[in-house]
């Protein structure tokens, strides 16, 4: 089975510039999880979706980030403008519930860097 | 706030030794906690889940287990290989919500 895609891999912007980025989940897996990595930390929740309603967005900095996932498949995560502490590797993972037991999936992230 | 701490930040050992890595967690209301991997530039393979009713779990040379009243878990690598070679990652959920709290990891390299 295909796993969770991401693109862009990179991303290199200038402060206060938009960004956004895609992924796509595995097929079929109702909940999406995007997570923010900073470098040497573990991964944070932004916001989590069941199909394509949102269920956890408590630590998603809503000025400035916007997430959607308008069909229940796909889902794009934008800054808009962007920080330099915004600097981080963002995961996107899939799961087929949001039950604890679910395994998550996650794609090999986008790397953003901002100058 | 759930804290979660791994402890060391980095390993280094020679191939064939057995080793522990250590992850520690301020609350114990946790409904599971998972180990992940983390190769470079890569997203997160999880490893094991135990349950907040399970005290460890086992898979191949992977052992995990877990003592939910002194907030502490400890991943079990036994005979290590240079394939070894990543960042592990603990994380927790609560039983208050579905949100993963993750650890800062620790860097493991297996020297051949």
């Known amino acids: 089975e295909a796993g969770v895609a991401q693109s862009p891999r990179y991303k290199i912007i200038e402060k206060r510039q938009s960004v956004a980025f895609w992924c796509n989940p595995i097929?079929?897996?109702?909940?999406l999880y995007w997570y923010q990595q900073i470098l040497g930390q573990g991964p944070k929740l932004l916001i989590q979706f069941q199909n394509n309603g949102v269920v956890d967005d408590s630590q998603l900095p809503k000025d400035r980030f916007s997430a959607e996932r308008l069909k229940g498949v796909d889902s794009t995560l934008k800054i808009q403008p962007a920080k330099l502490e915004d600097s981080a590797v963002y995961l996107c993972?899939?799961?087929?519930?949001?039950?604890?037991?679910?395994?998550?999936?996650f794609g090999d992230g986008t790397r953003l860097s901002i100058l | 706030k759930q804290e979660v701490t791994q402890i060391p930040a980095a390993l280094s050992v020679p191939e064939g030794e057995n080793l522990v890595l250590n992850c520690s967690f301020t609350d114990s209301a946790i409904y599971n906690l998972q180990w992940f991997r983390q190769d470079p530039g890569k997203g997160l393979t999880s490893l094991l889940l135990i349950q907040s009713s399970q005290r460890e779990q086992t898979s191949g040379r992977l052992n995990a287990s877990l003592d939910k009243s002194s907030g502490r878990s400890t991943l079990y690598i036994a005979a290590s290989q240079p394939g070894d070679s990543a960042t592990y990652l603990c994380a927790v959920s609560l039983n208050t919500g579905n949100q993963f709290y993750f650890g800062t990891g620790t860097s493991l390299t297996v020297i051949p």
């Open positions: 097929s079929g897996h109702a909940t």
């Open positions: 993972a899939s799961s087929t519930g949001t039950g604890m037991y679910q395994p998550q999936h």
